[in-house]
């Protein structure tokens, strides 16, 4: 590690092999919380390159625990956080959106480093345990159409940092990284970057391990389809700048995406919006990043049958349904 810190501040780069070895390494447990946090750090100052990135992704998917589903069609819904904007759990809320659309999702998920609540504090505040065990692994998928993979339990370079990435408390690169980990290596990913940067650099990942992949950002910062401003989407067809009102969709403040000060303010906001009972804005930021997953699964889909496909979804009572039943088997 010594030596990588000093050739990195010298402002140096890894190559792919480089970089590999040093994330091996780290999933080893083979560096203390002192030397991690100076790892991380130098990348708050710089840019991370593909090849430094590509190489921690490849290193990371060698040691996962792998998940066999048979090569069931199912997407991952995620994005990268560390935007700073501290939303509700706008892509866990989709997920169960999705779900309640007859469709089939394996999420791979963290407790938030950089917000107030992650995926997998919402949904441990709901009393779900998390498990590697894949009979219920498979259970949930089948009867809830929703798999949680709490990343620390498939990745052991993600169990080495998390504590220091909750003490530093700012993004790091491995926010950049918890998206391209997934351990089942679902065929369909949405994917929400806090960057136009890291949008490009997603989209060359996706081309080269041929996943069929939409990647959105807000271009005011957003890891999602916010409603609050103009949003970039990139999929199989090429890139689209849209408003809002394109798609049918009034424009909404960012105070109202604010997840609250404490898990349980924003475990509050994901109940309201799956039993249809949030404010507009917070159903429609639901309902759009769902439809745009619903494509991704269906590029026939045109957007407006995909957000009525969501509607219908969270009006029925299916998604909040699916989640239910989702606790019942993880509980």
Same mark, same amino acid.
């Given at each position: 590690?010594?030596?990588i810190?000093?050739?990195?501040s010298?402002h140096?780069?890894?190559?792919?092999?480089?970089?590999?070895?040093?994330?091996?390494a780290?999933?080893?447990?083979?560096?203390?919380?002192?030397?991690?946090a100076?790892?991380?750090?130098?990348?708050?100052?710089?840019?991370?390159?593909?090849?430094?990135?590509?190489?921690?992704?490849?290193?990371?998917?060698e040691r996962r625990?792998?998940?066999d589903?048979?090569?069931?069609?199912?997407?991952?819904?995620?994005?990268?956080?560390g935007?700073?904007?501290?939303?509700?759990?706008?892509?866990?809320?989709?997920?169960f959106?999705?779900?309640?659309?007859?469709?089939?999702v394996?999420k791979?998920?963290?407790?938030?480093?950089?917000s107030?609540?992650?995926?997998?504090?919402v949904l441990?505040?709901?009393?779900?345990?998390?498990?590697?065990?894949s009979?219920i692994?498979?259970?949930?998928l089948?009867e809830?159409?929703?798999?949680?993979?709490?990343?620390?339990?498939?990745?052991?370079?993600?169990?080495s940092?998390?504590?220091?990435?909750?003490?530093?408390?700012?993004?790091?690169? *491995?926010?950049?990284l918890?998206?391209?980990?997934?351990p089942?290596?679902? %065929?369909?990913?949405? $994917?929400?970057?806090? /960057? #136009?940067k890291?949008?490009?650099m997603?989209k060359y990942?996706?081309?080269?391990?041929?996943?069929n992949?939409?990647?959105?950002?807000?271009l005011?910062?957003?890891?999602?389809?916010?409603?609050?401003?103009p949003?970039?989407?990139s999929?199989?067809c090429?890139?689209h700048?849209l408003?809002?009102?394109?798609?049918g969709?009034?424009?909404?403040?960012?105070?109202s995406l604010?997840?609250?000060?404490?898990?349980?303010?924003?475990?509050?906001?994901?109940d309201?919006?799956l039993?249809?009972?949030?404010?507009?804005?917070?159903?429609?930021?639901?309902?759009v990043?769902?439809? *745009?997953?619903?494509?991704?699964?269906e590029p026939?889909?045109?957007?407006? %049958?995909?957000v009525? $496909?969501?509607e219908? /979804? #969270?009006?029925?009572?299916?998604?909040?349904?699916?989640?239910?039943?989702?606790?019942?088997?993880?509980?």
């Amino acid at each position: 590690m010594k030596n990588i810190l000093v050739k990195l501040s010298e402002h140096k780069t890894l190559t792919h092999d480089e970089a590999r070895q040093i994330m091996l390494a780290i999933a080893d447990g083979r560096f203390n919380d002192a030397q991690l946090a100076a790892f991380m750090t130098i990348y708050l100052m710089r840019s991370i390159t593909l090849d430094e990135l590509t190489g921690f992704q490849d290193a990371i998917l060698e040691r996962r625990v792998a998940v066999d589903f048979g090569g069931v069609k199912a997407i991952d819904i995620v994005g990268t956080g560390g935007d700073g904007k501290n939303t509700f759990n706008i892509s866990t809320a989709s997920c169960f959106v999705v779900a309640g659309a007859g469709r089939k999702v394996i999420k791979h998920g963290n407790y938030g480093a950089t917000s107030v609540s992650g995926a997998s504090n919402v949904l441990e505040a709901h009393g779900v345990k998390f498990t590697s065990d894949s009979d219920i692994l498979h259970r949930s998928l089948e009867e809830s159409g929703v798999c949680y993979l709490h990343a620390p339990f498939f990745s052991p370079a993600l169990k080495s940092v998390g504590p220091v990435r909750k003490a530093l408390g700012v993004r790091t690169f *491995f926010n950049m990284l918890g998206p391209l980990v997934n351990p089942v290596r679902p %065929e369909y990913q949405m $994917l929400g970057v806090y /960057s #136009l940067k890291m949008l490009r650099m997603y989209k060359y990942i996706a081309q080269r391990e041929h996943i069929n992949c939409t990647i959105v950002h807000s271009l005011d910062g957003y890891d999602e389809i916010s409603l609050t401003s103009p949003f970039m989407v990139s999929d199989t067809c090429g890139e689209h700048l849209l408003n809002p009102g394109d798609i049918g969709f009034p424009v909404v403040t960012q105070e109202s995406l604010y997840g609250g000060d404490t898990p349980e303010e924003a475990s509050a906001i994901f109940d309201s919006v799956l039993a249809n009972r949030s404010t507009l804005p917070q159903r429609d930021c639901v309902v759009v990043n769902s439809a *745009f997953a619903l494509r991704t699964l269906e590029p026939e889909l045109s957007v407006g %049958e995909a957000v009525a $496909l969501a509607e219908e /979804s #969270l009006s029925s009572g299916a998604a909040e349904r699916c989640f239910r039943r989702f606790v019942e088997i993880n509980s």
